[in-house]
Structure formats: structure tokens, C-alpha cells
């Protein structure tokens, strides 16, 4: 039990553990497969380079937390392109919304928008996820998600 | 969303990201999981060698604490890295491989298990021994139960052949892989049963505890 309890021993272990999502999670926020690519690197590599983890509760929160700090990096160094193949990988299904149109409103976000509307709506991530991988309170986080849900019906419309 | 396109190139993401933390100096042991005759083996090689062999899919904790002792959290999974081993294992199963070529990296262990170890790295293919005559080759007779302890704990067995050490009464003793596999190892190699029999130990209180490896 002690081992489910602990933060991961080596580098492997929090991979194994958590790489599928956070590359799900990356793939969704930039879009782009070379992106999220890029992304799930840096992340990891961070928490590498920031070792030891948090216990393993913390650890995906941790782990979003890093993600989404770098995802706003890379949107502030530059704007990216969007492929229409990528796209459909990006974009979640709802109806009577495309892929695209949905895929694109959300890359209209601004970065802190973005990356809860994702957490949120996309992950279904409960709210005390999303306030700590950005770094909020969960009031804040509401408000991120909400005021980015209306931007999105907004373009949808 | 096309979850078994994210799933490869998640692998392929994988293979980049260990790429550059072994760059930078950050992954310091690579391991894999191999198939086998007798099973799945998890095989890990650091700096030095090979650092470890374990009977399943998993490594087990003794190995594991071990290796962050002495190479830190840069353990990841890198099958570029245990490509070697896994041609010299996969040669060994199908009989083309008689001798392990590939360094093993013994760190964080004791230095009278070093010493047995190295005597058993020294055993040859198909021959077999006893925990006593081990304990002569290791430098001591009486030591043979101490002997047998440190052969149990033996972190790469296969490729250091704990496998070829059987009990003075020519029972098979024990294996950490089990039975099955230290027989199957055996036959392998000597294309027969051993005169003393494929049965597990019966009563020789000179022979080491069955958790031998």
C-alpha cells in the first residue's frame, strides 16, 4: 500500500504512469501533433529536472500544472498554425459543432482560458484539478472556465 | 479523438523524450521487458552493464532500491538500450549463444556477494555445481548457507548462471524464477535431466534454503 501511496521511485515509473494522459492533454491544448509532441517532452522533462515528485495523489495535478505552464510559454513565444488533419485529433465530438469549428474557438482562447476550458470541459477534470495545475483558486478556476465557455458559444454562434 | 494513433505516436514521443533526458545526462539506467521461454524478464542496464534481471514484467523492489542507490531516479524505459542484451538472450534461448559477452554492472552489493558472484560468472555453460564447491571457488568452504543466500539474491540471473548451482544431494534447490525455469535452463543447456533428478530438495542439511535463486 505504501507504494500506491508514494510519489513515483524513478522517472520510468511516473511515465508509465501518467505519459498517455498528458499526452492527450497536450495533444488538446496545442492542437498539433508536432506540438503536443514537443509539449509532453518539456513536461517531463521538467518534472525530471525538478525531481522529487509530489505523493502520488498530487502527482497528475503536479504534472497538468507543468504542462500548462509550458503550453503558455510556447503560445507567448508564438502563435501557432493550424492543420485541418491535426485538428480532427484535437477536437472532442459535440454535436452539431465540426471538429474544426470547435477545435478552433477554443484556439481563440487566451492561454489561462485555454488550458482550463480544456481541463474542464474537454478532461472532465474536477475543479480542484484544474485550480492546481493552474495555480488558482478554485473560485478563479470557475470563473476561467466559465467566462471561456461563453467566448467559445460566442464563436460557435 | 483517434486514441490508437495517440497511443503510437505517444510511443514514438516516448522514444524522443528518453532520447534527450539520456542528452542531458538525466536518464541514467534504460530498461524493457523481453519475452521469453521462461517468461516475461524486465532487464535493466545502466552505465556498466547490465544491472538487473527479473522474472517478470516488473522489476522487484530489492533491484529497484538498489539501482536508484547507486544511479539515482534516471530509470527509464529504454529498449535501444537493452537491445544488446535482448540479442544476447534471444540467442541464448534458441541454443546459439554459450557465453554472456555483455558487461554486468554488480553495483550497490556486498562485497562477499560480489565475490560469489563473480565465481559463479565463471561456471560453464552446462556444467553444474553445488552451493558447497561454490563456496570453495568463492574462497570459503564452511560458508556454503551464506553462499547459498548470496546466489538467491543474485540481481541477473540467466546471464550470471545461478541456474547452474543445484544441491549437494543433486536436487534441484531453488530458483527465484522458479522451478520450472531452472529446469528448463537446464535442459537447455545439458539436453538432460542431472543424475540427482529434476525433484526439488529433500532433507540435505548442508544444501542453502530453497529461496535460493
Redesign the interface.
Given at each position: 500500500m505504501e507504494r500506491v501511496r508514494s510519489g513515483?521511485?524513478?522517472?520510468?515509473e511516473l511515465?508509465?504512469r501518467h505519459?498517455?494522459e498528458i499526452?492527450?492533454y497536450a495533444?488538446r491544448l496545442t492542437g498539433r501533433?508536432e506540438d503536443?509532441?514537443d509539449l509532453?517532452?518539456e513536461t517531463?522533462?521538467a518534472a525530471?529536472?525538478a525531481?522529487?515528485p509530489p505523493r502520488r495523489d498530487h502527482e497528475r495535478a503536479w504534472l497538468y500544472k507543468i504542462a500548462t505552464n509550458k503550453a503558455i510559454d510556447r503560445e507567448r513565444r508564438r502563435r501557432p498554425t493550424v492543420s485541418v488533419e491535426d485538428l480532427?485529433?484535437a477536437a472532442?465530438d459535440r454535436d452539431g459543432v465540426t471538429l474544426i469549428d470547435l477545435a478552433s474557438a477554443i484556439r481563440t482562447l487566451p492561454p489561462g482560458q485555454r488550458a482550463a476550458f480544456v481541463l474542464r470541459t474537454v478532461e472532465g477534470r474536477p475543479y480542484r484539478e484544474v485550480a492546481l495545475a493552474l495555480e488558482c483558486s478554485e473560485e478563479a478556476a470557475r470563473t476561467r472556465v466559465s467566462e471561456a465557455t461563453k467566448k467559445v458559444r460566442a464563436s460557435l454562434r | 479523438m483517434n486514441t490508437t494513433l495517440t497511443h503510437d505516436h505517444a510511443a514514438e514521443a516516448r522514444e524522443r523524450l528518453v532520447h534527450r533526458a539520456r542528452r542531458e545526462g538525466l536518464a541514467t539506467v534504460g530498461y524493457g521487458v523481453l519475452d521469453s521461454p521462461v517468461g516475461p524478464l524486465w532487464v535493466a542496464v545502466g552505465p556498466r552493464g547490465v544491472a538487473a534481471v527479473t522474472f517478470d514484467r516488473e522489476p522487484n523492489e530489492r533491484d529497484l532500491r538498489r539501482i536508484v542507490a547507486a544511479y539515482g531516479p534516471g530509470v527509464v524505459p529504454d529498449p535501444r538500450r537493452i537491445g544488446p542484451v535482448a540479442r544476447e538472450l534471444e540467442r541464448y534461448f534458441s541454443g546459439r549463444l554459450r557465453a554472456f559477452e555483455t558487461p554486468v554492472d554488480l553495483s550497490g552489493i556486498t562485497a562477499f556477494q560480489r565475490r560469489v558472484l563473480t565465481a559463479l560468472a565463471k561456471i560453464r555453460y552446462g556444467e553444474l555445481t553445488t552451493y558447497l564447491a561454490l563456496a570453495r571457488r568463492a574462497g570459503n568452504e564452511k560458508a556454503s548457507r551464506a553462499v547459498g543466500g548470496a546466489v538467491g539474491s543474485n540481481p541477473i540471473p540467466i546471464v550470471l548462471p545461478c541456474h547452474r548451482v543445484i544441491a549437494t544431494d543433486g536436487t534441484l534447490g531453488g530458483y527465484g524464477g522458479g522451478l520450472d525455469a531452472k529446469r528448463r535452463l537446464l535442459t537447455l543447456e545439458r539436453g538432460e535431466t542431472p543424475a540427482g533428478g529434476w525433484s526439488s530438495r529433500s532433507g540435505d542439511t548442508h544444501s542453502p534454503p530453497r529461496s535460493s535463486a
Open positions: 513515483a521511485r524513478t522517472f520510468g511515465l508509465e505519459e498517455r499526452f492527450a495533444l501533433r503536443a509532441d509532453y517532452q517531463f522533462l525530471f529536472r525531481w522529487p480532427r485529433l472532442p | -
